[in-house]
């Protein structure tokens, strides 16, 4: 993708949770991405099939920065001199999604938060897989890995009603019930 095709793909990205903060995703048209974008409808149509396209890419977009491998400093946050422990980067990914709460919670609250939820837990699957062998017990490792997912979308998406909660104050809530 050259130059020109980033930036407009960002535009379109960037109108697109500008409406989220705004609007339900089912009120929210794909003219309405084009106008708040300032793209023309081809232009859309060229980097997205449909809106439901264009909120899988996001949520892509979203993760592969989220759970990359390497963490940077940030302006909201710095675990980028921190060890790749779980609790880091489970505060890590938090810090992330407060960063994004307020077009998040709009996700969460449609039909497409179920979308996001599942591009979440996918990721969250392959972040977990690599603790399961630090975790003694005689349960299966398939179902520990399917609640400490299932536990950690659900904090997520309780915490996005309940802001008066920091990311640390939440990891260590996840914590203290599931890995404990």
């Known amino acids: 993708m050259d130059r020109r095709q980033r930036k ?12 989220l903060e705004k609007k339900n995703y089912s009120n929210i048209t794909v003219q309405d991405i084009i106008d708040e974008a300032d793209v023309g409808r081809s ?10 396209e264009l909120l899988k890419s996001l949520c892509t977009e979203i993760f592969n920065h989220v759970f990359s491998e390497k963490l940077v400093k940030e302006s909201t946050h710095d675990f980028s001199a921190s ?19 307020s077009y998040i919670k709009r996700i969460l609250s449609s039909e497409s938060g179920e979308v996001f939820m599942a591009y979440f837990k996918g990721y969250l699957e392959e972040l977990f897989k690599n603790e399961l062998d630090n975790i003694k017990t005689d349960i ?23 802001e008066e909660y920091s990311p640390e104050e939440i990891s260590g809530f996840f914590f203290g019930t599931t890995l404990s």
């Open 8 to 19: 407009t793909r960002q535009a379109i990205y960037d109108a697109f949770t500008t409406l």
């Open 43 to 52: 232009t859309f149509y060229s980097h997205f099939e449909t809106k439901d």
């Open 83 to 101: 060890d790749k422990e779980l609790k880091g980067e489970i505060t890590h990914i938090l810090y992330h999604l407060k960063d994004s709460r």
């Open 140 to 162: 299966p490792k398939d179902y520990v890995l399917n609640h400490m997912v299932c536990d950690f979308t659900e904090t997520v998406r309780w915490w996005m009603q309940h």
